[in-house]
Nanobody, 119 residues
Framework: QVQLVESGGGLVQAGGSLRLSCAASGSAFRRSDMRWYRQAPGKQRELVAGVTTEGRTDYADAVKGRFVISRDNAKNTVYLQMNSLKPEDTAVYYC?????????????WGQGTQVTVSS
């Protein structure tokens, strides 16, 4: 199991930047694909960005060119750099660690951090 703690959320004006951090404990971090999800009020949780154990990254179309996901395996931390923020980026952002061991899937979540973008 991987325990995840997000930080870095807050209130920012449109056009501004924030960097989210997700600190992981447990030895499985390096074997986990790491993802950021978000959930806005009244909407379903959606995948924002992901980085694999090999460092490959992927982004939702809504954030391509504005957000950058990265991981530091030495610090057991994954980051989400968010630039050119828009009011529609307002949501609770969740960190996720995903891995498969044989037929078993492990899917761990943080508690979330609120990001609010004012217009």
């Amino acid at each position: 199991q991987v325990q995840l703690v997000e930080s870095g959320g807050g209130l920012v004006q449109a056009g501004g930047s924030l960097r989210l951090s997700c600190a992981a404990s447990g030895s499985a971090f390096r074997r986990s694909d790491m993802r950021w999800y978000r959930q806005a009020p009244g909407k379903q949780r959606e995948l924002v960005a992901g980085v694999t154990t090999e460092g490959r990254t992927d982004y939702a179309d809504a954030v391509k060119g504005r957000f950058v996901i990265s991981r530091d395996n030495a610090k057991n931390t994954v980051y989400l750099q968010m630039n050119s923020l828009k009011p529609e980026d307002t949501a609770v952002y969740y960190c996720n660690a995903f891995r498969r061991v044989g037929a078993i899937t492990y899917d761990d979540w943080g508690q979330g951090t609120q990001v609010t973008v004012s217009s």
